[in-house]
C-alpha cells in the first residue's frame, strides 16, 4: 500500500498573462497545509495540488483575491495565509513586538529622568562618579568641609 | 521592599518567557485549528460508493446494509425520499449530501483513503464504534478509487453507514481536510462540534468524543 492518493489528473486551466502573474502572487501568500514550511508555489503535496488548482479556476471565473483568500480562510482558517488578519486573536501578534519597543523605551527614560533628578538633588550620586578638582567648582558638601579645615587651621596657627 | 520588587521583575519576565515557551512544547504544529467548529457543515452532495461501483455491489454489503437498517443507522430524514431507504444503491440517486441525508441527527464523518496507512490504524476503533451503534459514521473516502474503497472495506470491515467518494478531492476541500485520517462530529442542528486529525485512539474516544456525544445527546 503506497501512502499516497489515487492520482487525478487536473484539467489545466488556461489563463492570460495577467491572470498568471497574479496566481504567482497569490500563491506565495498561502501556506501549504500538508507541509508547512512550504507556500503553496513550491509544495509538491497532493493537497496542494488540487489547491492550486481550484485557485487557478477561481481566478479564471474572475474571482478577486480578497474572495479566494476568503474561501481559503473558511475552509482552513488564518493559518492557511502567511500574512494574518489583524483581529482580536492575532492582535498581540502584530502588536506585540511595537508594544515591547514602547515599554523598553518607556523604561529607559523613566530611568534616565530618575538619574539626572538624583543627582541634581545629591551630586555625586547619581553616577557614582566623586567630584574631582578637574570638574570646576566644587560640591558645596565638599566647600563646607573646606571652610571648617580652615577655621581648625587658623584656631590651631593662633591660639589666642 | 521597592528593592525586592524591583528584584523580582527579571524573574518575572522570565517565568513568562519560559512560560509562553512551555505552552509550545506541549503543542502539535500539525493540529490546525478548524474554523469549521460551530458552523454548518458543507452541504456538498457526492457520489455514493455503491452508485459507481452498481456492477459489483456484494452480497455482502447488502447483508450489512440491511443490518445497519434494522438498527436504524441507515440515513433518515430526507422526506419521502427513496433513496433514503435504499442501502443497495438501484434506485438511489447518484449522489447524496450527508449533511441533509442526517439533519437532525448527531453524525461523523470519516475520512479516509485506502492509500492512507494512518486510516487502516484507525480502522478497528471505528468497527468497533459501529458495532456499538453509537452513531452513524459516514465515510468520505478521500481521492480513492470505488475499486480500491470497496477492497478495504471487504478486508478490514465496513462500519460506515454511507459510503461518499470524493474523487477529485473537492468536499475534502469543503471540509478543510488536510490529512486523511480526519473526524468530524456534526449535531442534529446540522453544526460541526469536532474534529481530530490523525487517527483516532483510545484516549480520543475516551477523553473527547464520548463526553461530547454525551453532550450532544446521541442515542
Known amino acids: ?160 | 521592599m521597592s528593592r525586592w520588587i524591583r528584584a523580582s521583575i527579571p524573574l518575572a519576565v522570565f517565568l513568562l518567557i519560559a512560560w509562553f515557551l512551555l505552552q509550545g512544547l506541549h503543542r502539535n504544529p500539525r493540529e490546525i485549528p478548524s474554523p469549521l467548529i460551530d458552523r454548518p457543515a458543507p452541504l456538498a452532495a457526492l457520489e455514493r460508493l455503491q452508485n459507481l461501483e452498481h456492477h459489483l455491489a456484494s452480497a455482502s454489503q447488502a447483508v450489512a446494509t440491511a443490518s445497519l437498517q434494522g438498527s436504524g443507522l441507515a440515513p433518515t430524514g430526507v422526506a419521502a425520499s427513496p433513496s433514503v431507504s435504499d442501502g443497495i444503491g438501484t434506485s438511489a440517486p447518484s449522489s447524496s449530501s450527508p449533511a441533509a441525508l442526517y439533519a437532525g441527527k448527531v453524525w461523523m464523518l470519516n475520512v479516509w483513503g485506502s492509500w492512507c496507512s494512518g486510516c487502516q490504524l484507525e480502522h478497528p476503533l471505528l468497527n468497533a464504534l459501529a458495532a456499538e451503534r453509537l452513531l452513524p459514521i459516514v465515510g468520505l473516502a478521500w481521492k480513492d478509487s470505488p475499486a480500491q474503497a470497496r477492497q478495504w472495506l471487504d478486508r478490514l470491515g465496513n462500519p460506515y453507514s454511507l459510503v461518499l467518494m470524493d474523487l477529485d478531492g473537492k468536499a475534502a476541500i469543503d471540509w478543510g481536510v488536510y490529512g486523511a485520517p480526519e473526524t468530524f462530529v456534526i449535531d442534529a442542528r446540522g453544526m460541526v462540534r469536532f474534529k481530530h486529525v490523525g487517527p483516532l485512539s483510545d484516549e480520543v474516544v475516551r477523553g473527547q468524543l464520548r463526553p461530547l456525544l454525551a453532550r450532544l445527546g446521541a442515542s
Open chain 1, 1 to 160: 500500500m503506497s501512502d499516497k492518493p489515487v492520482p487525478n489528473p487536473l484539467a489545466p486551466v488556461a489563463l492570460n498573462e495577467a491572470q498568471t502573474e497574479r496566481l504567482r502572487r497569490l500563491y506565495g501568500e498561502i501556506r501549504c497545509l500538508v507541509c508547512q514550511n512550504q507556500s503553496l508555489a513550491d509544495s509538491a503535496a497532493d493537497l496542494a495540488v488540487d489547491l492550486r488548482h481550484e485557485v487557478q479556476l477561481q481566478i479564471a471565473q474572475g474571482s478577486s483575491d480578497t474572495q479566494i483568500k476568503r474561501w481559503l480562510v473558511d475552509r482552513y482558517g488564518d493559518f492557511v495565509l502567511y500574512r494574518p488578519p489583524l483581529q482580536p486573536s492575532t492582535a498581540l501578534l502584530w502588536v506585540g513586538p511595537f508594544a515591547a519597543l514602547g515599554a523598553g523605551a518607556l523604561i529607559w527614560t523613566i530611568v534616565q529622568r530618575r538619574r539626572k533628578r538624583a543627582e541634581a538633588e545629591v551630586p555625586g550620586i547619581g553616577r557614582g562618579t566623586a567630584p574631582s578638582p578637574s570638574t570646576g567648582a566644587p560640591s558645596p558638601a565638599l566647600a563646607s568641609q573646606a571652610n571648617r579645615l580652615e577655621r581648625a587651621r587658623q584656631l590651631l596657627s593662633h591660639p589666642d
